[in-house]
């Protein structure tokens, strides 16, 4: 039934000029990202989410290994959950780690993307139904969170821009507003 519905999400939706398709998957080596190998067009790679802990690397270490059997190259790894600000001190808590995906993509030869700290706000905005990439008002530019997804959002154009990732690749249009501006 999965299958079916990805198939259908994949062939019958028609969406357009595409400079992106994301599709956020459950982790672990399932049917779902196989199904989607099969029958998405023009696949340019995986990105694999994962939290700092060893429990986690573990799954992830199996998710790289299936995800370049399958002839796809691992664009790279980001660290979810990596620390967090005390909104309250400012400083610095490692919640569930930190430096387990680095360390994870050192050792599996792959990319390592950036870190992402735990941040109430992507919480909200969650809880809200709006993006967290959707800045909120009166956010301060210097802020750790949009320090870091910055930081991963560059690393991955240049990824995917440099060729840096192996395996199977097709050309992956870039959005204008994450292309590096001169100057």
């Not at 690397?57 to 998710?63: E, H």
Request: charged share 25%.
């Amino acid at each position: 039934m999965k299958t079916a519905a990805i198939r259908q999400f994949l062939e019958d939706v028609h969406w357009g000029e595409l400079d992106y398709l994301v599709v956020d998957l459950p982790p672990g080596t399932g049917d779902e990202a196989l199904t989607i190998a099969q029958f998405a067009p023009n696949i340019a790679g995986a990105v694999i989410g994962t939290t700092p802990q060893d429990v986690a690397i573990l799954d992830i270490t199996k998710v790289v290994k299936f995800v370049q059997t399958i002839g796809l190259p691992v664009i790279g790894i980001i660290e979810n959950m990596s620390g967090m600000v005390c909104p309250h001190c400012g400083k610095d808590i490692d919640l569930f780690g930190r430096g387990g995906g680095e360390r994870a993509a050192k050792e599996m030869d792959v990319p390592f993307l950036g870190a992402i700290p735990l941040d109430p706000a992507i919480r909200k905005a969650a809880d809200e139904g709006r993006p967290f990439l959707i800045r909120t008002p009166g956010m301060p530019a210097d802020n750790p969170t949009w320090v870091q997804v910055d930081s991963v959002m560059e690393n991955l154009v240049r990824v995917i821009e440099e060729g840096d990732a192996g395996g199977r690749r097709e050309e992956m249009p870039l959005h204008p507003a994450w292309k590096k501006q001169p100057g």
